[in-house]
């Protein structure tokens, strides 16, 4: 059933060119740039809510700033906080939840929180016939196939996907065709990620580190959230993942020779500057730093290791960054022994709240 593969985990990080292709399959225009998603079909919404938990919340926190850069008013919650001080809503807001498994009880009280509220609701799930997929008003379904891994690995890159897709069909930007072109060229290139990854030399370099730092900017910093989330989940190991800028607000004084900061640079704009600025109030304390980049950016020369990813669009690279970071923490958890598919304490689906 592992196709050869040692783990799950490693076989749905081989299966995500595959699953991102099935995600796309006959949703976009490649000529005009048109999204075409019929779960989507009439939709006008002027706010959206996306609640989420855990992996699934990093993909709505991208999701979130999609919409926002195109107009939207858009907010990512996770599942569990969101009935505590819900947000205001109207007769045309949106409530995405986005889980995978379509079970997550979290998550299942939020949306049916927001119906009770009269909101229309949007299941974005792996799951045909899920509680999600039945409860909700409509259903995205990613197509990422079924993950067996405890660790969501490909669901999260389909994900990702499917959030773009859904920004660019409510609210469509004048580069939604740029977009839309990077998404066609994205399976290529998360296998081009895959044949030449150098995560394992990494995954050996480190594998005695203290703690483990992840940081990026913008569309990176749901990617940072996640990198450290996968790593601590399989590993067992601390780590951190936070907004670059937050850096110097507290934990960089926790940041020493034994612990390696791992930052997400892409581009050369104005948000791969200032991280590269913080990469440097890193390396000026002596930790050393992996870089995940597109080489476009100087980042490289204060950096210890080098991820490699191709260039592509700003809202479809961090997808390529974080098949870099899962191939990472899969290596460390593989060289300490670890029960990568089935970690302690964790499961599938977790329904109890
Ligand atoms: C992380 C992980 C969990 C799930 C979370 C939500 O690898 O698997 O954090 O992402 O439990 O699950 P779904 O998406 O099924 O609602």
Redesign the pocket.
């Known amino acids: 059933a592992k196709s050869g593969y040692d783990h799950y985990m490693l076989k749905e990080i081989h299966e995500q060119p595959r699953a991102l292709r099935k995600c796309l399959r006959g949703r976009v225009d490649e000529l005009t740039g048109a999204v075409d998603v019929e779960a989507l079909d009439g939709l006008n919404p002027s706010s959206v809510q996306f609640v989420?938990?855990?992996?699934?919340y990093h993909a709505a926190l991208h999701g979130a700033s999609a919409l926002r850069e195109a107009g939207v008013h858009a907010q990512a919650f996770l599942a569990s906080e969101y009935a505590t001080a819900p947000a205001p809503v109207t007769d045309d807001t949106l409530v995405v939840g986005?889980?995978?498994?379509g079970?997550?009880a979290d998550?299942l009280s939020a949306l049916r929180e927001a119906r009770k509220r009269g909101v229309e609701t949007l299941a974005m799930t792996n799951v045909v016939g899920s509680t999600a997929a039945r409860e909700c008003d409509r259903a995205l379904f990613i197509r990422a196939g079924p993950e067996i891994g405890?660790?969501?690995t490909k669901t999260f890159s389909s994900q990702v996907v499917a959030a773009n897709l859904l920004s660019a069909s409510l609210a469509p930007q004048s580069d939604a065709r740029e977009v839309v072109e990077a998404l066609r060229d994205l399976p290529g290139q998360v296998q081009e990620v895959l044949d030449s990854s150098r995560a394992e030399r990494v995954a050996e370099q480190f594998l005695d580190s203290e703690g483990y730092f992840f940081v990026g900017r913008g569309y990176h910093h749901p990617v940072a959230l996640e990198g450290a989330?996968?790593l601590k989940?399989i590993t067992y190991k601390h780590a951190e993942g936070f907004p670059a800028g937050e850096l110097k607000h507290g934990p960089l004084a926790l940041v020493t020779e034994e612990t390696p900061v791992f930052a997400l640079v892409t581009g050369n704009g104005t948000e791969a500057t200032k991280t590269v600025g913080n990469v440097k109030e890193v390396e000026a304390r002596d930790a050393p730093v992996v870089t995940v980049t597109d080489g476009v950016s100087d980042v490289e020369r204060y950096a210890d290791a080098v991820l490699e990813i191709p260039e592509t669009h700003p809202r479809v690279a961090p997808v390529l960054a974080n098949v870099q970071l899962q191939l990472v923490a899969y290596h460390v958890a593989k060289k300490l022994g670890r029960s990568i598919d089935k970690p302690r304490n964790l499961a599938k689906?977790?329904t109890v709240e």
């Open positions: 989420a938990c855990g992996t699934s986005i889980t995978q498994s079970e997550t998550t405890v660790a969501a989330l996968k989940e689906s977790v």
